[in-house]
């Protein structure tokens, strides 16, 4: 008699391979990151956002006459519905940000025409509007939830300059404007991590864009995953100053402590994204009046590189150590961080909306059940 095999349970899916994709190639062993085959250091020095978002929808990079009506196109979505930024100081005050952003990403979809046609085209428009929208949002919804003046967009500036522009209400300097393009297009796209994975399986229902963008960012919320950005700056200023690195590092291992932002799932070396956002946040530093936050994460990685509880597990810091200290460094509060990460990441999750629903398969793994079996039902009246 065949005795069927237990089934196997891999917990957290890890190192389970659920579909193909083209969109980006994460070499954990070695430390790469390929966007479409193109190494992301090179996207980095030689282009911006809007190019690396273009690559990532349209497969290939655009020639000057596609950049030039990709990046209008995105122009025309930085204007949000006046209805909707009419709802923006109706959440109750101290409304978390993520909240309000998941809320009104959410409400775009009222405004947009084609947000229940899932063809590729309609898709494409459905993406522009949210990665335009989402940046034009979440400097809205900071300014009103500090009372500032509402900053309406430029039409001369990049996405990455409009957004510090429409964020600060200044125009930004070139470092930057360089430092908000690498940050956004590193964090722009990373296989199937669990925000990614989230909107695939949403979109492998058959669902629409916007359910899976805003299904992607309650993922992204967890400290884990988009959360540890933010987690990872407040435990830089909870340290205070380089001098109290060592005896706060002793006492986190003592209490078995995770240092956020270093570690990653697939990475089993340096994060390829944190060696490029670490130069920006030292530029960065550099010019500000600020230094001690990137004194204590570099003092705090030596710490951690050269212990062997790190390097036995061989955790190496991830894209949010140094991505913290960049966007804090561009004035943007912590609170807001994985808004920041989102960001760039809808971009990266439109794109494997539109490959999933090019070539459909409903996601539905198997759970092993492990509960009680064939129990006698007892009338309530006779229950003990
Ligand atoms: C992102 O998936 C992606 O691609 C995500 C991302 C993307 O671009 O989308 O790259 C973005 O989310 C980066 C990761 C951000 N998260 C953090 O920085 C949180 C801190 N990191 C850890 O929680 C952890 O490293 C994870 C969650 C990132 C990965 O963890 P795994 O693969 O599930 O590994 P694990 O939790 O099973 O840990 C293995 C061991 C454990 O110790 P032992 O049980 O062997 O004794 O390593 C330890 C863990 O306790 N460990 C840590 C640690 N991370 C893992 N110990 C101290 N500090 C840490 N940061």
């Known amino acids: 008699m065949s005795t069927q095999r237990e089934p196997q349970v891999v917990r957290g899916l890890e190192g389970i391979y659920v579909a193909t994709t083209e969109l980006s190639r994460v070499d954990g062993e070695n430390g790469r ?32 006459s596609e950049y030039d009506a990709f990046r209008k196109r995105l ?17 109750p005050q101290g409304t978390i940000p993520i909240t309000a952003i998941r809320t009104f990403l959410s409400a775009l979809a009222a405004w947009d025409p084609w947000a229940e046609d899932n063809s590729r085209d309609a898709e494409l428009e459905n993406a522009a509007r949210l990665t335009a929208g989402i940046a034009s949002l979440l400097a809205k919804v900071q300014r009103v939830r500090t009372g500032q003046e509402i ?16 964020f ?13 393009n690498a940050f956004l297009i590193l964090y722009a ?24 963008i805003v299904a992607a960012l309650g993922a992204l919320k967890g400290p884990l995953h988009g959360g540890a950005m ?46 490029i956002l670490r130069e920006r946040a030292r530029v960065l530093a ?10 204590i994460a570099e003092r705090l990685a030596e710490r951690a590189l050269n212990h062997p509880y790190f390097q036995e597990r061989r955790l190496f810091p991830n894209v949010d150590y140094y991505g913290a200290l960049v966007v804090y460094y561009l004035g943007i509060p912590p609170e807001l961080y994985t808004i920041m990460f989102a960001l760039s990441r809808v971009a ?37």
């Open 33 to 64: 990151l390929y966007y479409r085959g193109y190494d992301i250091h090179d996207l980095v020095k030689y282009g911006d956002f809007e190019e690396t978002v273009f690559l990532l929808w349209y497969g290939h990079l655009p020639t000057e």
């Open 286 to 295: 550099e010019k500000s009046s600020e230094p001690q936050w990137f004194e």
């Open 75 to 91: 122009i025309n979505y930085r204007f949000l519905p006046e209805n909707l930024i009419k709802m923006l100081p109706l959440l």
């Open 230 to 275: 933010e987690a990872a700056m407040r435990q830089f200023i909870e340290i205070g100053h380089p001098e109290n690195v060592d005896a706060w590092f002793e006492k986190a291992l003592a209490q078995k402590r995770r240092i956020m932002g270093i570690g990653h799932r697939v990475y089993k070396t340096w994060d390829p994204r944190a060696r």
């Open 168 to 180: 600060t209400g200044k125009e930004p300097s070139t470092e930057a404007s360089a430092a908000m």
């Open 189 to 212: 796209d990373h296989g199937f991590n669990a925000s990614t994975f989230t909107a695939r399986v949403t979109a492998s229902t058959l669902s629409d864009m916007y359910s899976a």
């Open 348 to 384: 990266g999750w439109a794109a494997h909306v539109i490959e999933q629903h090019a070539d459909n398969r409903l996601m539905r793994p198997r759970a092993l059940y492990v509960g009680p079996e064939h129990r006698e039902y007892v009338p309530r009246e006779k229950r003990t």
């Open 151 to 166: 900053v309406e967009p430029r039409l001369d500036l990049d996405h990455a300059s409009n957004f510090l522009y429409m």
